[in-house]
């Protein structure tokens, strides 16, 4: 989780930081909650079935992605755009899994990245995205650049409100 890594470079990790194990937080945009000491209170995991074929494509035309599983991240062949997801943004190190079958066997996918050098965004965005767009009815996808994340629809993070007792009016997202 990248943001208690980058917090944990500067100290404020545990606690007395400003995050820790035990207190609530919202990881993997929303797809992971906590509430208070610690506790899970909501988790949204990836359909493997769906995301099997996708995973397959991926190999199939070397395109690098990330699964994030909770507090891991998992990949199917190393590559530079793959280390940049820990180097750059302090994620978890991708382990690398030998097939696809024991990527999905190894843990559950909250969100799955897939990774792109610039030179091929326009070949990605219109071979594979348009080809997964059909695919993707009821899922929420983000495309920025180099990357594109593909997540369960439904962001319900905020139940850690509810969890808190707290109103949604008191949530400032930034």
Known sequence: MGAMNILKTVG????DGVLSKSS???FIQGLLVYGRN?????RRNLDPDFYREAFLYSLKHDIPLVAYCGDRCLTLFDHPLVEAVHSVYCEPKAEIMPTVESLLAAAEIQKRLNLFSMEHQKEMVSNCCLIIWELLQRRSWQLAMEKMALKCSGWLGLELLSAMDQRRQKLLLM
């Open 12 to 15: 404020l990790i545990g606690r």
């Open 38 to 42: 610690g506790q899970e209170i909501f």
């Open 24 to 26: 609530p937080g919202v």
